[in-house]
């Protein structure tokens, strides 16, 4: 099974990841978590960032993603190809051929929770704070789930304490998720 939180950065993705994963782990689930790749990147990300970065920022949650099935139940991504190819496609405008694998790799994750804007960036020293530039992402995230009516979860932003309350539900409801625990 994979989950994936998407959305722009700076909401809260790698905090439920963690709280997913430690509830799942606590239900005695194999989980491993792909970590935010964007991180790890060896050329400049945010607003400097190059078609090339933005490449491998991509490329490399794939191969992410490929290594933690291999091994594990679930895996629990800190975004997904989608939220990725939006930071490439507000930088450099659509990339067809990646747009077309994009969505073509969407269709492997099994869940899909999207993290809303609040309107405010948590600093964390990696990530810009520029909040027009996070809005503009968050923007282009839901017009891309849109333009393919891909399936997702909103989580409701008048309830951020109960976000994970509502992650753990659906995850250990979906059918993929009843197998784990049977």
Known sequence: MKVAFIGTHGVGKTTLCYELAAALKREGIHVDIVKEVARLSPLPINQK????????????????????????????????????????????????????FMHHW?????LLFKVPFSGQVSADGVRDTDTFFAESIDTLVDQLLAERSIPHESLDPRDRAGWIHRVKEVVLHHPKGQKRLI
């Open 49 to 100: 960032t190059s078609l090339e970065a933005q490449t491998w920022i991509f490329m490399t949650q794939m191969a992410e993603e490929i290594r933690s099935g291999s091994q594990h139940d679930v895996v629990v991504c800190d975004r997904s190809v989608l939220d990725n190819y939006a930071y490439m496609m507000l930088a450099f405008g659509r990339q067809m051929a990646i747009e077309r």
């Open 106 to 110: 969407m269709k492997g994750y099994d």
